[in-house]
């Protein structure tokens, strides 16, 4: 009866063994002996749970739950909690003698992980344990013991490597990369890159929990939102390059206290001089730049003088530097984005190997060069300060020769008006805001409150284009993806106070409780239109100052208070970051379709 049920409301559900595997996440083989009735969980128990809850969700998430509770005939049912109940007592109606699914083989399964993972991933590739174990030069028997959980390869390295190799190489040449990324339930462009996919595989596979980049992620994000113009700097000129220094003539500095002192006397000459542009790229550890704090308020001084004095910066970042270390490098540098003369990039060329690379360059004036062997910069780095018009017209060409492999990394625009609200690329969005978006206001709303405003015509205009493109977005996202937004309700104190502004980029105005609630009206009729809509709402907003849009591909942070800049950030490492931070902050507000009608329901 279980089994016969079960497949009745996959049926309905259009929901297959392997689709509800990938929701419980376990191996289809488990789902398929549910699925023929040779394995029958206990009522009421865990296993049982995991299933409701796993049937529930995709109904939830693929807006379906009326075709749930018709098919378990609950529609006096008026909350998720109430549906998934019924849904419990339907399954295992007539069940006279479930087969206890017993704690010992809870714990064998769970043991199993890497088996489960292993198969699931061969069953996708249509791998046999002959021929996976021919690739590797392995016994077929000692692959099935990987399947069954018996034998576990990650301590073995140089296996581990192989085994994922094998199989990411596999898909590739069946075009079964996405698939693969799905089964993961990672995005797409996790496998994207060669030396990355392998990390990322081998981390899922062995079931490694990366590190948790929240605090990363939140750490940036608060200093993008507590940025100021370039006010008072912490030295003088004249304590940050002292005269010393600048008088040098020395051709060759040695190690980080030598680096140091080569760049505050190129630094200082820079301010001099004033030139037109600065080009600046390094992939040796940052110590010699952060570790000491009087130098670091030297540096901050400096590089705040060549900005203010006209000097624009190009900058590469090297992406092979660790997450951390690629977040401390932007962070570094974000006081310095108001003034709009800095352009960061990212080398997608892999560089770790035996030296690191460092020029920091004037063209035709001065440059620092070293190349070192990596992890004796700071006791035996050499570097050169050239002033040759031919040494720097040589190290110019090979920096314009690194630009066209780069890519942009942190792209600042002082946008006061029309902060973007997507990329056409972009086919999944998450948004944390602070007020109900544009995007889902209706035009009549946002007319009336422009009249109310007595906004002039280039303004309404402005606003009434942006509305349009940002529904537009909107339109498109929910149909190629998902397009999620956590949003703080207001209290109805706020609201009645005039204290609830609209997301009107360049204007400050207020919401009526009729508007705030026609708002709201049309949000409920989205959330029915578009089933990969959803809004999450918040006590209070995540962040009050910004508002983030994340995807795979891009990031945008959109300040809401002077100075108004809009940040966007496109590294893939970072951008991976951002997502898995959106996706926990999703997880700790996330509410079934119901609940969410319901609180929204109150402003009506």
């Known amino acids: 009866m279980f089994a016969e049920r079960l497949n009745i409301v996959m049926t309905a559900l259009g929901l297959s063994p392997l689709t509800l595997a990938r929701e419980m996440n376990c191996d289809r083989s488990n789902i398929d002996r549910l699925c023929k009735g040779t394995r029958v969980p206990r009522r009421e ?5 995991r299933i409701v809850e796993a049937l529930y969700s995709f109904a939830d998430d693929a807006g379906q739950t009326s075709v749930l509770v018709q098919t378990v005939s609950c529609e006096e049912a008026s909350s998720g909690a109430q549906i998934r109940e019924a849904l419990m007592r339907w399954l295992f109606a007539g069940e006279a003698s479930p087969v206890s699914l017993n704690d010992k083989t ?83 462009t996790a496998l994207s890159q060669e030396d990355a996919a392998l990390r990322t595989f081998r981390d899922w596979l062995f079931d490694v929990a990366p590190e948790d980049p929240s605090p990363l992620v939140a750490g940036m994000l608060d200093q993008i939102g507590s940025i100021s113009e370039i006010g008072q700097l912490p030295l003088t000129f004249e304590e940050a390059a002292p005269v010393e220094i600048l008088a040098e003539s020395d051709g060759v500095y040695f190690g980080q206290a030598g680096l140091r002192r080569a760049v505050l006397r190129f630094l200082g000459s820079v301010v001099q001089q004033k030139p037109e542009t600065l080009l600046l790229y390094s992939d040796q550890n940052m110590d010699w730049m952060v570790t000491d704090p009087f130098f670091r308020a030297q540096w901050s001084t400096l590089m705040a003088l060549v900005v203010t004095g006209g000097t624009r910066i190009r900058i590469i970042h090297n992406v092979d530097r660790d997450l951390t270390e690629m977040a401390a490098a932007i962070r570094s540098w974000l006081p310095l984005y108001p003034s709009g003369m800095i352009r960061s990039y990212y080398n997608k060329a892999p560089n770790r190997g035996l030296f690191s690379e460092t020029l920091f360059l004037c063209p035709g004036f001065a440059s620092i060069s070293g190349a070192n062997v990596r992890g004796t910069e700071a006791a035996s780095g050499l570097y050169r300060y050239d002033t040759d018009k031919s040494v720097l017209a040589a190290q110019e060409a090979a920096f314009r020769a690194m630009l066209e492999n780069a890519g942009e990394l942190a792209h600042m ?15 999944s969005l998450t948004v944390l805001g602070n007020t109900l978006s544009l995007a889902t206001m209706p035009e009549e709303t946002l007319l009336s409150a422009l009249d109310r405003a007595g906004a002039d015509e280039d303004t309404l205009a402005r606003l009434l284009s942006l509305r349009r493109e940002r529904a537009a977005v909107l339109d498109r996202t929910a149909h190629s993806g998902f397009l999620h937004e956590l949003i703080p309700l207001p209290s109805r104190e706020a609201l009645l106070s005039g204290g609830v502004l609209m997301d009107l980029p360049g204007l400050s105005v207020a919401y009526t409780p009729e508007e705030f609630a026609a708002h709201v009206k049309n949000v409920l009729a989205l959330s029915v239109e578009f089933p990969q809509y959803r809004f999450f709402p918040l006590p209070e907003p995540v962040f009050p100052t910004l508002r983030v849009l994340i995807s795979e591909q891009t990031v945008s942070v959109v300040r809401l208070r002077p100075p108004a800049l809009a940040f966007r950030l496109s590294h893939p490492e970072l951008c991976r970051a951002f997502v898995s931070f959106a996706d926990g902050v999703r997880s700790q507000h996330k509410q079934d379709r119901l609940a969410v009608k319901q609180e929204l329901e109150q402003y009506l």
């Open 45 to 49: 128990g865990k296993s049982a749970r």
């Open 106 to 188: 809870e714990k064998q399964q769970s043991a199993r992980v890497f088996g489960q993972k292993l198969n699931a991933v061969m069953e996708l590739l249509g791998l046999s344990n002959a021929r996976l174990g021919n690739l590797l030069h392995l016994d077929s028997s000692y692959i099935s013991r990987f399947r069954s959980g018996k034998r576990f390869p990650a301590a073995n390295p140089r296996l581990a490597d192989s085994l994922c190799g094998v199989l990411l190489e596999l898909a590739a040449e069946q075009h079964l990369t996405p698939s693969l990324a799905s089964l993961m339930q990672a995005p797409e």
């Open 413 to 427: 625009e002082q946008a006061a008006g029309t902060g973007r609200f997507g990329e056409e690329s972009v086919t």
